[in-house]
């Protein structure tokens, strides 16, 4: 595994400077094509990103085998759907149910399975979070609108450079008889990071 693992993150704007530098001396020098670095980052904001993971959160609803192997396997599973590739090579799924609800971080930096939810939002890579969600996950899931029942356990994973979760949440009740592309839609982001929860039927 030679995943490079930068754990101080900091001074984010200074690292982007500090990025914005060596992407100039890198193409001055010819190491580098501004257009292929331009198709790498394009590519995991328009065509790497949650919609992958929600696809990945629909077939698990509706087939139980793919579920069962979703958790024997995760990266396989992933790959079936023809996700794979860089940061999700070891992916681990957590399934959400009425009793247990799962939240991912990093503690450390920003560890996110980018085949499935694409590039982390920027919250995911901040201090507050990664420091609140393992001291105070209720805290964290009311700042984004969640509120749990009482006695529902909140479990919290560390992600590493060697292991990522994804969350599966719990299906939307109501959704009886829908096609894999609809509740698809109303997977979002945050539902697979924990930090949310599937739309409700109606607001899909
Ligand atoms: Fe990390």
């Known amino acids: 595994m030679t995943d490079h693992h930068d754990h101080?993150?900091?001074?984010?704007s200074e690292t982007e400077l500090r990025v914005r530098a060596l992407e100039s001396v890198l193409t001055e020098n010819g190491y580098v094509d501004p257009a292929a670095l331009?198709?790498?980052?394009?590519?995991?904001?328009?065509?790497?990103?949650?919609?992958n993971g929600a696809a990945v959160v629909a077939k698990a609803w509706v087939d139980p085998a793919y579920r069962a192997r979703l958790f024997t396997d995760a990266t396989a599973a992933?790959?079936?759907l023809g996700y794979e590739g860089r940061q999700g090579e070891h992916i681990v799924a957590v399934e959400?149910?009425?009793?247990?609800?799962?939240?991912?971080v990093c503690t450390l930096c920003s560890c996110y399975p980018w085949p499935v939810l694409g590039l982390p939002p920027v919250w995911y890579k901040s201090a507050p979070y990664r420091s609140r969600a393992v001291k105070e996950p209720r805290g964290v899931l009311a700042d984004f609108g969640v509120t749990l029942p009482d006695d529902t356990a909140?479990?919290?994973w560390d992600s590493t450079a060697e292991i990522?979760?994804?969350?599966?949440p719990m299906r939307p009740?109501?959704?009886?008889g829908w096609?894999?592309?609809?509740?698809?839609?109303?997977?979002?982001?945050?539902?697979?990071?924990?930090?949310?929860?599937?739309?409700?039927?109606?607001?899909?």
């Open 8 to 12: 101080d993150h900091s001074e984010l």
């Open 38 to 51: 331009d198709l790498l980052i394009e590519t995991y904001e328009t065509k790497v990103g949650p919609r």
């Open 78 to 80: 992933i790959a079936e």
């Open 96 to 104: 959400n149910t009425e009793t247990t609800h799962n939240m991912v």
């Open 154 to 156: 909140i479990r919290v």
């Open 164 to 168: 990522r979760y994804l969350v599966i």
């Open 173 to 176: 009740k109501g959704t009886e």
């Open 179 to 204: 096609s894999e592309q609809q509740l698809a839609d109303l997977v979002t982001r945050d539902s697979m990071i924990g930090t949310g929860l599937p739309n409700a039927p109606e607001a899909g």
